[in-house]
């Protein structure tokens, strides 16, 4: 399980997040939702290391990691896709796949990939950047399996994609699901994302106005969460 307990963080230009509590169940999807400038890919940040928050706290089953480095988060699990693809467009796939696997691992990495996305394996050759931006998040995507890790953290990993590649893209998402991994979703496709989750936050002014499984959620719920006028 993680948890983030009365987050806060930010950057130079002020505070983003303001007391954030969040719980990822084992084998979960939950789906952070909330409007533009929320503070959602700053969470993502902080739960994957890479900002550390001015008070709170972040545990994963059970240990006090927070403020840990990305790299010690990685062997203990967590896998962030971030927003905007993050793959290196000047190597290869196969040298993308080698270096997002762990030693244990690296060398199946490529078989691996091309088993759950067939299209990877036709350009284990082909440098990364020279993809279609529906295929750089594949490969992005990819992370996720040969990581090996049990809690994956995606960013808006639908963004700037047509329609057939999104729904592609969920399905790789229902699979990683399916495998017994837990998802923490950022996700601009609400009817998409409440249709993957089990649990859904939703996010506003860098507050959780809203904290609840997603059959609970509807239309109403989402309107007046983005627009502020939920109390919690």
Do not use: W
């Not at 988060?73 to 997002?100: S, Y």
């Not at 649990?199 to 106005?209: K, S």
């Amino acid at each position: 399980m993680f948890e983030l307990n009365g987050i806060t963080a930010g950057y130079d230009t002020g505070l983003v997040l303001k007391g954030v509590d969040i719980v990822v169940p084992d084998s979960c999807v939950v789906a952070l939702l909330g409007p533009n400038g929320a503070g959602k890919t700053t969470l993502l940040r902080v739960a994957s290391g890479l900002l550390t928050p001015a008070s709170g706290q972040m545990t994963l089953n059970g240990e006090d990691v927070t403020g840990m480095a990305p790299n010690k988060l990685v062997k203990r699990g967590i896998c962030h896709v971030p927003e905007g693809r993050g793959v290196f467009p000047g190597l290869t796939v196969a040298d993308n796949l080698r270096m997002q696997a762990p030693p244990s691992v690296d060398r199946k990495a490529a078989r691996v990939a091309a088993e759950v996305f067939p299209r990877l394996g036709e350009r284990m050759n082909q440098l990364a950047g020279t993809m279609s931006g529906g295929e750089q998040q594949m490969l992005a995507l990819a992370h996720a399996y040969v990581a090996d890790a049990n809690l994956v953290l995606l960013d808006e990993v639908s963004m700037g994609l047509a329609p057939k590649i999104v729904e592609e893209i969920f399905e790789y998402l229902r699979r990683i699901a399916r495998m017994g991994k837990s998802l923490l979703i950022v996700e601009q496709y609400v009817t998409r994302a409440l249709e993957l989750a089990d649990y859904v936050y939703i996010l506003n002014r860098g507050e959780i106005v809203f904290a609840g499984e997603s059959g609970e959620v509807g239309e109403e719920t989402i309107l007046q969460s983005y627009l502020g006028e939920l109390a919690g």
